[in-house]
């Protein structure tokens, strides 16, 4: 993952946005339309990783509803036209929500997806 820093202390909230902003472009929405989506929701999953629990939902529960929710996004992403090359890179990094086990992967995921999805800002 290049360009976050997990040492930084505002790590949480600047990784998070990458969640917030794949998924408001999935649903062409200007603000996050379902409460589902927005950064906070992967910032307390970040933050139940390391042990900063604000949330009272386990962190395998939130790393569930996280991936349910990014699949919806690259599923929103995969109905719109586009390149033959570019639906299998989308398809390739859908495949790999199910095997991510942190934060960390998903967000790399996410930053991936935001780099081929540029077409639909």
């Known amino acids: 993952m290049g360009k976050y820093d997990i040492n930084n202390p505002n790590y949480s909230y600047v990784a998070s946005s990458s969640y917030e902003n794949f998924m408001r472009r999935a649903f062409k929405s200007s ?14 999953l970040i933050n139940t990783e390391n042990g900063k629990n ?3 939902i386990s962190l395998e529960k939130q790393l569930i509803q996280i991936k349910v929710n990014i699949h919806k996004g690259f599923e929103k992403f995969l109905q719109k036209k586009m390149s033959d090359e570019k639906r299998n890179a989308l398809n390739d990094l859908k495949n790999q929500i199910d095997y991510s086990d942190s934060s960390f992967k998903l967000i790399d995921i996410l930053e991936q997806g935001i780099e081929l999805t540029h077409e639909f800002i």
């Open 31 to 44: 603000k996050a339309h379902n409460p589902q989506y927005t950064l906070s929701v992967m910032q307390n």
């Open 54 to 56: 604000y949330v009272k």
